[in-house]
């Protein structure tokens, strides 16, 4: 199976992980296609190789035109025309992306997410790395994504330790996260792209590395380093007769919602990437009659099923638990 494993042992930027998959990259005119043909908006962006150290690494170079009018991530997601599609992995990283900024700033704020709203540039420059990078991945035919946990506490202690960004805290909600060295180069959108593009947080696994990407990792202040994005193939065991992938089960009890309902939640979250979703009959208290709404899905499409679930439903509540898929590798044979 064909992985990208990213090391942000270093920290990690938004430019400097685009950067190090669109090195990997043959055709990067078209990374930058697609991403005009998602985001109806002017711009200019091009990639260069730069020196750092001892390793020509690739140097996103965007240029956008200044607007500082202030609009809600929902206006400006329709005003760039952004739609999002069932099934295409930069509609979806987009579309979660942004909406993971907004819920960030408004939480922080103390307001609501419908009512956060900031400059144009900054959502623009945003969506635009943000498409970059899920393009890349798209592009390099990724089966999955495993990064090295986020390194975003530093290891300095004492009256001279610096406070924890609240922001990086907030975008990097459902990443895997560790103490790092101090001065790190991290930026809040390289975390929020982390946490929403990797199926899961490990070590390095077992590969055979058929490429690597090195993207410009350079932040204010801080010293220019190298992010590394590693290509690789898991490779088949003739012994193992069994694969298996970490899911999760999200479910919920449903007892005092239309019947007729139920088709369209569950054709909803099919469409939304869950890997199945079923209804099964129960008994709740006092002999009432309901239905048992289970969805699998896996680590990234968990905030899209929960927000389909509470949208698109009467339930007040959901339970999620950790399972392991387990598949065999053979086919049987039909005689």
């Known amino acids: 199976m064909s992985i990208i494993y990213i090391d942000c042992s270093a920290g990690v930027s938004g430019e400097a992980l685009m950067g190090s998959l669109i090195d990997q990259v043959e055709e990067k005119e078209g990374i930058v296609n697609e991403i005009k043909k998602t985001i109806r908006e002017k711009f200019e962006l091009k990639f260069e190789k730069y020196l750092t150290g001892d390793i020509a690494a690739t140097k996103v170079i965007l240029r956008i ?6 609009v809600r991530v929902q206006e400006f997601i329709e005003q760039v025309g952004i739609q999002e599609v069932p099934g295409n992995r930069i509609t979806y990283g987009l579309h979660s992306t942004l909406k993971r900024y907004s819920a960030a700033r408004a939480r922080l704020k ?39 946990p986020i390194p975003i506490y530093g290891t300095s202690a004492g009256p001279q330790k610096k406070a924890q ?47 690597a990407g090195y993207g410009v990792l350079e932040v204010a202040g801080k010293k220019e380093s190298v992010l590394v994005t590693i290509s690789g193939d ?25 019947p007729e309902i139920f088709p369209y939640v569950i054709e909803k979250m099919l469409s939304a990437g869950a890997n199945d979703a079923f209804l ?3 008994i709740m208290k006092k ?19 929960a927000e389909i679930l509470f949208r698109e439903t009467t339930t007040l509540g959901i339970r999620i638990r950790k399972e392991k898929n387990f598949h065999s590798k053979h086919t049987l044979r039909q005689d």
């Open 165 to 211: 960004n609240p922001m990086l805290l907030e975008m990097a909600k459902g990443a895997r996260v560790k103490t790092g060295v101090e001065d790190l180069a991290i930026t809040t959108l390289g975390a929020a792209l982390v946490a929403s593009c990797a199926d899961r947080f490990s070590a390095l696994p077992e590969i055979v590395v058929t490429g």
């Open 234 to 258: 898991t490779g088949n065991k003739e012994t193992d007769t069994r694969e298996s992938e970490e899911i999760f089960a999200v479910e919920t009890n449903i007892d005092d919602m239309n």
């Open 65 to 70: 035109p200044k607007d500082s009018r202030a």
């Open 110 to 148: 103390g307001i609501k997410q419908d009512n956060m709203s900031t400059d144009k540039t900054t959502l623009l420059r945003m969506a635009i790395i943000t498409a970059g990078t899920f393009a890349a991945l798209d592009r390099l035919a990724v089966k999955e994504v495993i990064s090295a």
């Open 287 to 305: 002999g009432r009659p309901a239905s048992l709404i289970t969805v699998l899905c896996s680590a990234k499409d968990l905030d899209r099923i």
């Open 280 to 282: 099964t009959p129960i």
